[in-house]
């Protein structure tokens, strides 16, 4: 075990499958060299040679592009996208090539990739920087789609995701990379080295994809969430008092619908949140299931709690945030009703 | 149908770029351009020490990438253009912004993200406009904007008003795939367009020799059929002749221009730059032996176009500008919440 920020976890995870498997490669805009922008591949360069990690000329499609070809001939490309907002020139190729030519080629070939993009806000980083297009990537059947909430999971998901054999986007929350951000920006945060958290095993191990987490058990009402808005979650239930239980979903394609369901029997309450956009969002997905599976079990109406429909704010940032005060008034409100 | 015959492929002129431009020397400059360069080259510089102190005491956050080396290019450009020409550019924004005359408070203010602001505070550092000066636009995503360039110059042939569009984006966002669709349209149409690439050595930390098969960027254009040339973009007027040869032949229907500006930034990418991709006497030589200010400044006092106190009272008012903007950028107010729903839509 060692004491491990997010960013660390993840070049751990690097690591240690390049290290296993020759057929592990990374790269990525200022990946190798510079060992990225966020640090998750320092280092790697040095210990493997430029030729299994290695820097990208700026231009997404074509790096997503290359590692599908690199994928369907038996490689294990790892890339990253610098933020998942620069996603947008690679769209074509992650839904067309690569969730579609496992299907296209009748299994003939595969696409064991994983594209990894550092998510959300909470940075300052205005309208193109700070954006959580996830529901972009979960309406795509062919791909998965997890997104870690702690070093730990952020290292065994990353292993999981190298050694799945289909595309697998991995989205980082950035504002959780050194320490569990609980949307109280004029608070410092725990850094991940001092919080239990952050105690991740050596070597190799993965989490499960598809499985989701209870963060904290409860009875009142259950939470749906990822990323750091566990941590939000986390703040409004201590500071209403309720007995909440919080699921981290971890993996938000495939669905764990078990857990969801087996929560949401239980307490007869459900609050989703995220941070994206409302419209469309991924919350929507979730309120569906929820009322489909849960429907008779139910005592109050579902809500969620997220970003406005607006583009993400430079000015104003913590207004547009569903920080603890949102979350908190929407407990309040579902064990009213 | 009639079926025509195929003429034969013209023969093209081996190691010749196509179109046949190349650098001119130069400019001669007068005194009153030397200090007019002088003096909006000394804004920039001034303006972004500024940003760099503000984001340090934590006014400015999120992103703030600084143009601190980079003055010749935007300065020189911006004298060859004609009122109506656009400009539309990536990220590292503020200079050209005010070498198209707009306010620096504004700008400030947007830095800040106060209701002042450009963008009422709502776009920040990358992401602003001014329909009034013909800025279209920072823009946050890298080479996005150069599609919207020929864009504009296409608008610009269709209502034949005379106009080119100077498109900038630096030696990272000329490996985007976009720019060679943008660069084929735009000579396909014979758009009036310049495309001006900021080389300045380095994508965030990775430099040109690692992200570039082919680094001499002014021949991208070669498959296009479009002229490119190199020019020293730490002179002012080097850029200035090369500006008036390219604005002059996308503005006589000739279609695009690339002009390769060799530039150099200083400061980090944006804020939080380790800067272990270059050493620190690289840096220095720059500012010491190339910097486009004391280019200017040595050559006005040689010619005793003015003295060094003329100087610094120029530096003086340029920095009361500054200190004016850095005062009302602070002390604006943010913009309210409910203006996070304006401007998404046309309101009914």
């Given amino acids: 075990m060692a004491q491990m920020t997010m960013i660390e976890a993840i070049q751990s995870a690097h690591d240690v499958a390049m290290d296993r498997d020759e057929r592990v490669v990374v790269f990525g805009e200022d990946v190798g060299y510079f060992g990225g922008v966020f640090r998750c591949t320092a280092g790697l360069q040095e210990k493997y040679g430029s030729h299994r990690c290695f820097d990208a000329p700026i231009n997404e499609s074509g790096i997503v592009g290359a590692a599908i070809g690199m994928a369907a001939y038996g490689l294990k490309p790892v890339v990253e996208i610098q933020f998942a907002d620069y996603m947008y020139p690679a769209y074509d190729q992650i839904v067309s090539e690569a969730a579609r030519i496992r299907h296209r080629s009748n299994g003939d070939f595969t696409c064991p ?31 998965k789609v997890v997104i870690p909430s702690n070093p730990r999971d952020a290292k065994g998901l990353l292993m999981a995701a190298i050694d799945d054999p289909d ?46 987490a209870i963060y904290r058990p409860g009875s009142d009402l259950t939470v749906l969430t990822y990323g750091t808005m566990v ?3 986390e703040a409004a239930a201590n500071e209403t008092g309720l007995d909440v239980e919080i699921m981290d979903l971890r993996t938000l394609l495939p669905l764990d619908m078990d857990a969801i369901e087996t929560s949401v029997a239980k307490t007869g309450r459900c609050v989703i949140i995220h941070e994206a956009t409302r419209t469309s969002g991924f919350g929507a997905e979730l309120s569906a299931v929820v009322q489909e599976t849960c429907f008779y079990a139910l005592e109050a109406p579902v809500t969620r709690v997220c970003g406005w429909d607006t583009p993400y704010p430079h000015a104003q940032e913590w207004a547009y945030f569903p920080g603890p005060d949102r979350v908190a008034a929407a407990f309040r409100a579902v064990m009213e009703a | ?20 431009l190349s650098a001119p020397k130069p400019a001669e400059f007068t005194k009153d351009e030397e200090l007019t360069a002088y003096r909006d080259m000394l804004l920039i510089r001034r303006f972004e020490e500024k940003a760099g102190q503000l984001y340090g005491m934590g006014f400015i956050g999120g992103f703030c990438h600084l143009y601190i080396g980079q003055e010749a290019v935007v ?55 001014s329909k009034e000066k013909n800025f279209y636009g920072g823009h946050g995503i890298v080479g996005a904007n150069v599609s919207l360039g020929a864009g504009i110059a296409f608008a610009n042939k269709y209502r034949d008003n005379g106009k080119v569009c100077c498109t900038y984006f630096g030696d990272g966002a000329a490996n985007q795939g976009q720019v060679y669709e943008s660069f084929n349209m735009a000579s396909l149409w014979k758009l009036p367009v310049v495309f001006v690439i900021e080389n300045n050595r380095y994508a965030m930390g990775t430099s040109v020799a690692r992200s570039s098969a082919e680094t001499d960027f002014s021949q991208r254009g070669v498959s296009f059929k479009i002229p ?38 200083y400061r980090g990418h944006s804020m939080s730059d380790p800067a272990k991709y270059r050493t620190k006497d690289e840096v220095q030589k720059m500012r010491s032996e190339r910097d486009p200010i004391e280019q200017v400044k040595a050559r006005v006092i040689e010619q005793k176009w003015a003295t060094e106190d003329e100087l610094k009272a120029i530096d003086k008012e340029v920095r009361a500008i500054v200190a004016d903007a850095a005062e009302f950028a602070q002390n604006d107010p943010e913009p309210d919440v409910s203006e996070l729903y304006t401007d998404i839509l046309l309101e009914a």
């Fill in chain 1, 167 to 212: 595309p697998v986007i991995v989205l980082e929350p950035k504002r959780l990379y050194n320490g569990p951000f609980d949307g109280h920006h004029d608070r410092p945060v725990v850094p991940w080295k001092k919080h239990a958290l952050g105690d991740v095993d050596d070597g190799h191990f993965s989490i499960p994809l598809g499985e989701a």
């Fill in chain 2, 1 to 20: 149908m009639a079926t025509r015959a195929r003429k034969a492929p013209a023969k093209s002129k081996a190691g010749a770029n196509k179109g046949g």
């Fill in chain 2, 75 to 129: 300065t020189g450009i911006s004298m060859a253009m004609e009122d109506g020409d656009q400009t539309i550019t990536t990220y590292r924004d503020h200079g050209h912004m005010l070498a198209m005359d707009m306010e620096s408070r504004g700008v400030m203010a947007e830095l800040t993200g106060r209701r002042g602001g450009y963008s009422k505070g709502k776009g920040g550092s990358m992401h602003m406009f």
């Fill in chain 2, 228 to 265: 490119g040339f190199q020019v020293d973009g730490m002179d002012v007027r080097a850029v200035k002749a090369a500006a008036d040869l390219a604005l002059g032949h996308a503005r006589s229907g000739e279609g695009p221009v690339i002009v390769e500006m060799m530039t150099y930034r």
């Fill in chain 1, 231 to 233: 941590y939000v979650a």
């Fill in chain 1, 113 to 143: 990739l994983v594209i990894r993009m550092p998510t959300g806000g909470g940075i300052f980083g205005g309208q193109t920087h700070s954006q959580s297009p996830e529901a972009l990537l979960t309406h795509v059947s062919g791909l």
